[in-house]
């Protein structure tokens, strides 16, 4: 198996963008979680907590097609490093609101920066690997490790930033992902020599359509997963506290991640022979079939195991859904593509760490996690119209 990735990252350049790629994704599973625990360690209320990181991840989502667009055509090693520069920035200021009780609406306006800059790296490195790879099953190789790299992201990201929030200053965990999302971007950006041309339908040409059929049933699949993810995210959080164990909080999700992990190294190393879209129908009702026990457990040690086989089904859908846009997206508007689905999951993280956060503020824990099991309910049934063709009406076409 290990074979199988040691093949793509052989080709010049690909451990080193790959493995800058890994630590600048880093925020995107720290802040989320950072921003609850210290809203709410300050406030006491999960509700607050929930919408300002509601606010963060909405900003990301409204602006995340731009980013991509912007990418396609600027250049990665152009628009990156600004963007993550007004990331910090943005960061650091609304930590300093929250910490200094200024005004809360300078907490949301920080907020909406920081979330509005976070750049698309995921997006980026794949159209980095559809560029410089061309045999099919290798991109598939290289999509399903990112997806696994995605999941160490979501390993480490809670874990590190419960631990530094709860263990040290509440500030800390925010700190850290800044750092290591400026670190990590600018060492993605420099390596110009793997990056893909910008530009590449020409600055005065016109751009070829997004097959539109294909790619806004994976954006709304998307969407529902997002709410499903931020829903337990908060749910998790508020679980763990309840059980007098808010520590644990991180490990949960750890647990959760590290099952996509695995089944994420499974997916790269195999030659499937159901299609992409055969795997995202399956692996989103498995996604949803798996929130349904969570309601029922008041055990840390089990909820632990539940989340483990769960996170089974996370990896292989996510790669199915990515390898569709690949197969279906014009090459010079690929990181659009992929920031589409991108802005899905982060749009969808925000109603459900919202609502996940109204319900545990006035019925607990346990039954927060049926808007997690809602989410799941309603992307496996979106779920079942995505097609890999790529062909689009004239009508759809952008």
Same mark, same amino acid.
């Given at each position: ?6 093949? +793509? ?71 990156? !490093? ?13 930590m300093l609101a929250v910490e200094q009780d200024w005004p809360r609406a300078l907490t ?47 390993? +480490? ?45 020409? !600055? ?20 529902t997963l997002g709410a499903l993810f931020g829903a337990a995210e908060v749910t998790t ?28 190294? +499974?997916?790269?190393? +195999? ?21 349904? !026990? ?105």
């Amino acid at each position: 198996m290990l074979d199988t990735y040691r093949r +793509v990252l052989t080709h010049p350049g690909a451990l080193a963008f790959s493995s800058a790629a890994l630590v600048a994704r880093l925020p995107i599973s720290m802040v989320g979680l950072g921003i609850v625990l210290l809203v709410e360690q300050r406030t006491g209320s999960y509700g607050l907590a929930g919408t300002v990181s509601a606010v963060f991840v909405l900003a990301q989502a409204a602006v995340a097609v731009l980013h991509g667009r912007w990418v396609d055509h600027y250049g990665q090693s152009r628009v990156l !490093p600004l963007a993550i520069s007004v990331f910090g920035a943005g960061l650091a200021l609304m930590m300093l609101a929250v910490e200094q009780d200024w005004p809360r609406a300078l907490t949301y306006v920080f907020a909406a920066v920081s979330g509005a800059a976070l750049p698309q790296v995921g997006a980026s490195v794949r159209t980095r690997w559809s560029h410089l790879l061309h045999d099919p099953r290798e991109v598939q190789t290289a999509f399903a490790l990112e997806a696994v790299l995605d999941e160490v992201v979501f390993v +480490v990201g809670p874990v590190l930033v419960t631990l530094l929030a709860t263990s040290w200053h509440p500030v800390a965990g925010l700190t850290c992902a800044v750092v290591s999302g400026m670190v990590g971007t600018f060492a993605f950006a420099a390596q110009r020599r793997t990056e893909p041309p910008a530009g590449r339908s020409g !600055p005065t040409g016109p751009r070829p359509p997004m097959p539109w059929r294909l790619v806004l049933p994976l954006a709304l699949v998307c969407l529902t997963l997002g709410a499903l993810f931020g829903a337990a995210e908060v749910t998790t959080v508020a679980f763990a506290e309840e059980q007098g164990k808010r520590w644990a909080a991180g490990w949960l999700l750890a647990a959760w991640s590290f099952g996509s992990l695995v089944a994420g190294l +499974v997916t790269g190393a +195999v030659a499937w022979r159901s299609g992409p879209d055969a795997r995202l129908r399956w692996g989103s009702a498995a996604m949803a079939l798996a929130m349904a !026990p969570l309601m029922f457990i008041e055990s840390v040690p089990l909820m632990a195991v539940v989340l483990l086989v769960g996170g089974l089904a996370i990896a292989p859908t996510m790669i199915g859904a990515m390898t569709m846009v690949e197969q279906g997206v014009p090459s010079s508007r690929l990181t659009e593509g992929m920031a589409i689905l991108h802005t899905g999951i982060v749009a969808g993280v925000a109603p459900g760490a919202s609502i996940a956060g109204f319900v545990v503020d006035h019925s607990g824990a346990s039954t927060a996690y049926a808007v997690a099991l809602a989410g799941g309910v309603l992307g496996a049934l979106v779920a079942q119209t995505a097609r890999r063709s790529p062909a689009t009406s004239p009508s759809l076409r952008a």
